[in-house]
């Protein structure tokens, strides 16, 4: 059984930063694709960032490039989200996402199979 928590979301300050962990359980974290997804109040949940399962890979939304960085430390069972120059347009709940063994990175939500219990961030302006 996977179990995905969150950790990091907090108040922040427009241009601030944020450093967002998901510890995962189970034994198939590391050959997992990993992402996170974000939902604001009143909008539909949507991709934000995803890794391959060795790291080697990474896609993210237009709308973070530049400023959010996803990593993982498959030996400590961990993805992470860092998050620089955060705008008010990034407050959201932050959730990880486990996805298919050795997934390519562009696979849609559909396609995760597991989820967080996510994670409030607020960047104030």
């Known amino acids: 059984q996977v179990q995905l928590v969150e950790s990091g979301g907090g108040l922040v300050q427009a241009g601030g930063s944020l450093r967002l962990s998901c510890a995962a359980s189970?034994?198939?974290?590391?050959?997992?694709?990993m992402g996170w997804f974000r939902q604001a109040p009143g909008k539909e949940r949507e991709f934000v960032a995803a890794?391959?399962?060795?790291?080697?890979?990474?896609n993210y939304a237009d709308s973070v490039k530049g400023r959010f960085t996803i990593s993982r430390d498959n030996a400590k069972n961990a993805v992470y989200l860092q998050m620089n120059s955060l705008k008010p347009d990034d407050t959201a709940v932050y959730y990880c996402?486990?996805?298919?063994?050795?997934?390519?990175?562009?696979?849609?939500?559909?396609?995760?199979?597991?989820w967080g219990q996510g994670t409030q961030v607020t960047v104030s302006s």
């Open positions: 996402a486990q996805g298919p063994r050795y997934a390519a990175v562009a696979i849609p939500p559909s396609r995760y199979d597991y």
């Open positions: 189970g034994r198939t974290f590391s050959s997992a694709t």
């Open positions: 890794i391959s399962w060795s790291g080697e890979y990474t």
